[in-house]
């Protein structure tokens, strides 16, 4: 009579454990990548990010998370100049700072916001968009920073640059929905003729 064997296979020599292994790293590579794909969108589209620095003028900030916001905003209604703004970026820093907003007067901020624009001059002139004045919600504030690229324009040249606002109370970078903006120029070639802008911006 012959012995009945009831020896059994190591585990890691069935087929189906095999199959296991290559399923479980498929789920794992699959899963893994998505996540990491929706972290990168995350970034890109403004949500909260990774701390960083912002310079405005000559000071640093800590910054929690920000939002950019393409305007493509362009005011030709001065036949003297072509304005354009090209987008708006806001920014939730990490904690209140005290920021120097006119004057030697400081006060308490928790936010920027970051204009992109560029003004092309169809003859000589003087524009200054970044001392412009600017309302949002129920604040008030005159533009800042180290940046001044505008000022003296010549016939057919084009400057282009950034304007910060400073927000005392902001929640988050999508907080804020719209802006106004108000700031003048004019000819130096003729004196009287002049322009006051008064620009509303909404953030999509």
């Excluded at 701390?51 to 905003?73: A, E, F, H, M, R």
């Excluded at 322009?195 to 953030?203: G, K, N, P, V």
Aim: net charge positive.
């Amino acid at each position: 009579m012959k012995e009945q064997n009831n020896s059994k296979k190591p585990f890691y020599k069935s087929m189906w454990f095999w199959i296991g292994v290559v399923i479980l790293i498929f789920i794992i590579a699959t899963f893994g990548g998505q996540k990491g794909k929706k972290q990168q969108e995350g970034s890109g589209n403004g949500s909260d990010t990774t701390p960083s620095q912002l310079t405005v003028g000559y000071d640093d900030y800590n910054v929690k998370s920000s939002k950019t916001y393409n305007i493509n905003y362009t005011n030709s209604d001065w036949e003297q100049a072509v304005v354009k703004v090209k987008k708006a970026t806001v920014y939730k820093l990490d904690k209140p700072y005290k920021v120097e907003v006119s004057g030697d007067k400081k006060e308490q901020v928790t936010g920027f916001i970051k204009l992109d624009m560029s003004v092309k001059a169809i003859n000589d002139i003087t524009i200054y968009p970044t001392q412009a004045t600017a309302n949002y919600g129920n604040e008030q504030a005159e533009g800042m920073g180290s940046d001044t690229w505008d000022g003296d324009i010549n016939k057919g040249a084009k400057k282009s640059g950034t304007v910060y606002f400073p927000v005392k109370d902001l929640k988050n970078p999508s907080s804020i929905s719209s802006m106004r903006l108000k700031f003048s120029g004019n000819n130096q070639n003729h004196i009287l003729d002049d322009h006051d802008y008064d620009i509303t911006l909404h953030f999509n």
